[in-house]
């Protein structure tokens, strides 16, 4: 049930652009995306919804592709500041469930 | 200022003993959940609760237990049954379990020796 994400880390240098992508074996209701840095909590990005649009934060943004129930999360112009690790929180069915997390993409930007 | 507040940061148990975390919200939340985060493992499901007096086993309840007697208030109770207790606690709440939306707490580092 846990989602799968991919890949599992990855080392960026300012500016380049990353794709971080979320995959479910269950038919999806929503996608949350949330970035955890070393010792915080978790903050929320954004929720893609089945039959919702893509979503944008900043110079992140997000997609869901309900045929293959999948969401990538798209990371253009990298920042020094986006380094954490990246979540994907998954409900399932007809959504009003507790999210299911993927194990995290650790994220890392080096200038 | 409104949120979640997890005590203490950091927390101490020799092997055997019951320990509790806590986790209190002003955000007038009706759901509470609680997270478990080891390494490379994301985070787990525990307990949740949707609204006061009622909450539901996630997927790693064993050695666990919880209360839910107040909106604001959601402890986790560690117990000597929890085999690998060692690990970072997250406590997170919604407005309502329709959207599940989470803000979660600073979480407790609990270290059982």
């Known amino acids: 049930q846990q989602p799968v994400q991919s890949p599992q880390a990855v080392i960026l240098r300012e500016g380049e652009d990353a794709v971080i992508n979320c995959s479910s074996s269950k038919a999806l209701y929503s996608v949350h995306w949330y970035r955890q840095k070393h010792g915080e909590a978790p903050v929320f990005l954004m929720i893609l919804l089945k039959g919702g649009e893509q979503k944008g934060h900043e110079k992140i943004s997000a997609s869901f592709n309900e045929k293959k129930q999948q969401s990538s999360l798209y990371l253009t112009a990298s920042q020094l500041s986006y380094s954490g690790t990246y979540f994907c929180g998954t409900e399932i069915g007809s959504g009003n469930t507790p999210l299911v997390f993927g194990k995290g993409t650790r994220l890392s930007v080096i200038a | 200022d409104g949120g979640i507040t997890q005590s203490p940061k950091y927390l101490f148990r020799k092997e055997g003993q019951n320990v509790t975390l806590s986790c209190e919200q002003n955000?007038?939340?009706?759901?509470m959940y609680w997270y478990r985060q080891d390494p490379g493992q994301g985070l787990r499901l525990i307990y949740y609760?949707?609204?006061?007096?009622?909450?539901q086993k996630g997927d790693i309840a064993e050695g666990y237990s919880v209360s839910r007697e107040k909106k604001e208030s959601f402890p986790l109770t560690v117990t000597s049954a929890q085999k690998n207790p060692t690990a970072f606690y997250l406590c997170a709440s919604s407005i309502s379990p329709g959207v599940p939306e989470a803000f979660f707490g600073q979480g407790t580092r609990l270290t059982v020796v």
């Open positions: 955000l007038n939340h009706d759901a």
């Open positions: 609760s949707q609204i006061v007096n009622d909450f």
